[in-house]
């Protein structure tokens, strides 16, 4: 079975792969420039025009592995090399144009942009097009493409623009740190500062739990997740690795839900607080819309307050699969409380540099959040979380919920509730496509993983939400 | 003050952690020990065979929800 959906992904996992490799023996600062050459090791080329370029590239790559440039405070780097400058053209009349005679283009082109030559082929004037699309739509032949580069075409609240080099640029103070853009770059060319030093160094040296105990910190989203093997090898296998316990993070959405619904009834409007994407999106493009924003933490972060509450010498890591979790630990609200941020990516990554062999561990369990909770994965889940608490919690208060799937919707409803128009009093969140299970540090990305969360909500020990926060008073 | 703490991890949560804790938080109520007896919860203790784990100061027990009363007498009234 696959582990990745592109070999982009498959790249970008070897790197991390060897870089932990090294630091798990402590050889990695004498070993780290030759890393490139590990992954590339012949003079062929197999990616780039030659070899020294694929070297340079991966050289980069490694150090984003490392955790990036510090001066560099966006989660998300453009590697500038690794960019091919993409074609931008916008729409173009391609050689399919035959030259017809009814010239349905420039009929239905509003700002007399089509042209035509002695040959009656069209051409668009870039000074009068507006990139609306109209006559790609009407031209019989499907002539007119729209050329968009795919990191622009991925970033919908379009954070993405080119340098003078035109490489890709982000635009740190809008950027979300969604990784939407991580993702869909077919060249590997934008990514995510990777924090598995971190994470290394914090297992090595609490000694299999003998100086402090490290506690993984697992999204739900984790059921859809290493399909390969089973969800009990995985946690089998985390504790191998040296993480004293593993909790799930869904227990975190089980506290969040009740309180949110608390606050929701009490307010009378709100925004969901889980994603952090979503939540920077508010305060960044939406700044007037803050003061509705849940005043609770992430499920992450509440979870993580809690086993620091009851463990202070503890470290938390948290391991799920999203990029923005690495921009959330950094707030100065969050700091605290968790240690470091892994993606499932990276969790991969450091199995394999183990060369842990997952199927054949004994099989772990996890279970210590409700239905209610684990179902936060996807899109849907947190407003079904919300009424359920308040049915629970004996609350009398009618949600009128406004589900956002993908930052796109989200844009949409904010922009209506800006204006008094939205008509629903929860809005729900959620910056990736399908909620967190579309995450850009997800291994795999597919139809079949919503099921799989539901699925998994059912298995869970505790039905109600109150049952399974009950144990935590 | 008499510190009782139950696992409530993963493999002792599906033993009943749940139902050890409810149990503990009743007996406490209906004894009047809540300003003696002090009930926390924990993410493992490492015994996972032996779940659900409680330990009252430093003794380790392992209890199950059908156990429950019979442990607090023995070991919790006790050392009141």
């Known amino acids: ?473 | 003050m008499i510190k009782v703490t139950v696992c409530i991890g993963s493999s002792c949560h599906i033993k009943g952690s749940r139902q050890v804790v409810e149990g503990i938080r009743s007996m406490i109520a209906e004894h009047g020990l809540g300003d003696k007896v002090e009930l926390k919860g924990t993410f493992c203790m490492g015994k996972c065979q032996q779940g659900v784990c409680v330990t009252v100061d430093e003794t380790f027990c392992s209890v199950t929800p059908e156990t429950v009363e019979e442990f607090f007498k023995k070991e919790v009234l006790s050392r009141v």
């Open chain 1, 1 to 473: 079975m696959r582990k990745f959906d592109t070999k982009v992904q498959h790249l970008k996992y070897k790197v991390l792969r060897e870089v932990a490799r090294l630091a798990w023996n402590d050889t990695l600062l004498e070993n780290v420039m030759d890393v490139p050459k590990t992954i590339v090791p012949g003079n062929e080329p197999t990616m780039r025009c030659c070899v020294y370029k694929e070297r340079a590239i991966l050289g980069e790559r490694v150090k984003l592995a490392m955790g990036g440039d510090k001066e560099k405070s966006n989660i998300i780097q453009v590697i500038e090399i690794a960019c091919d400058e993409c074609p931008v053209g916008g729409y173009e009349v391609t050689n399919a144009c035959r030259g017809c005679l009814a010239h349905r283009c420039e009929d239905v082109c509003k700002r007399g942009a089509i042209t035509f030559d002695q040959n009656h082929v069209a051409h668009i004037d870039k000074t009068k097009c507006i990139e609306c699309g109209a006559c790609a739509k009407v031209c019989p032949f499907t002539a007119i493409v729209h050329r968009k580069r795919p990191c622009q075409n991925a970033c919908k609240i379009k954070a993405i623009s080119m340098n003078d080099h035109k490489a890709a640029k982000i635009d740190d103070e809008k950027c979300i740190q969604c990784g939407a853009c991580v993702y869909q770059c077919p060249f590997g060319a934008i990514t995510d500062k990777s924090f598995i030093l971190d994470a290394i160094k914090l297992l090595k040296e609490s000694e299999n739990g003998k100086n402090y105990k490290v506690y993984a910190l697992v999204a739900p989203s984790i059921s859809s997740q290493f399909a390969h093997v089973k969800l009990g090898n995985v946690i089998t296998g985390l504790k191998e690795m040296g993480f004293y316990t593993v909790i799930e993070a869904a227990l975190g959405a089980d506290m969040v839900a009740l309180s949110e619904a608390r606050e929701l009834a009490e307010k009378g409007v709100l925004t969901s607080s889980c994603c952090p994407a979503f939540v920077r999106y508010i305060k960044t493009a939406f700044p007037g819309l803050t003061k509705y924003i849940s005043h609770n933490m992430s499920p992450m972060g509440a979870l993580a307050k809690y086993v620091k509450e009851t463990d202070p010498d503890s470290k938390v890591i948290f391991i799920g699969p999203c990029t923005a979790k690495k921009a959330e630990a950094q707030l100065e609200s969050v700091k605290p409380y968790v240690d470091a941020v892994l993606t499932f990516e990276e969790l991969q990554a450091l199995f394999d540099s183990l060369d842990m062999d997952l199927p054949a561990l004994e099989e772990g369990v996890l279970d210590n959040a409700s239905y209610f909770g684990r179902i936060f994965a996807r899109s849907g889940g947190l407003t079904d979380a919300a009424a359920q608490a308040m049915k629970e919690q004996n609350i009398n208060f009618e949600i009128k919920p406004m589900v956002c799937d993908g930052i796109e919707e989200c844009r949409v409803a904010l922009l209506k509730m800006s204006k008094n128009v939205l008509g629903a009093n929860f809005v729900e969140g959620m910056a990736c496509v399908g909620g967190c299970i579309g995450g850009a540090g997800c291994l795999t990305h597919g139809e079949k993983n919503k099921a799989e969360v539901d699925k998994y909500g059912r298995e869970a020990y505790e039905k109600t939400i109150t049952d399974a926060v009950s144990v935590l008073k």
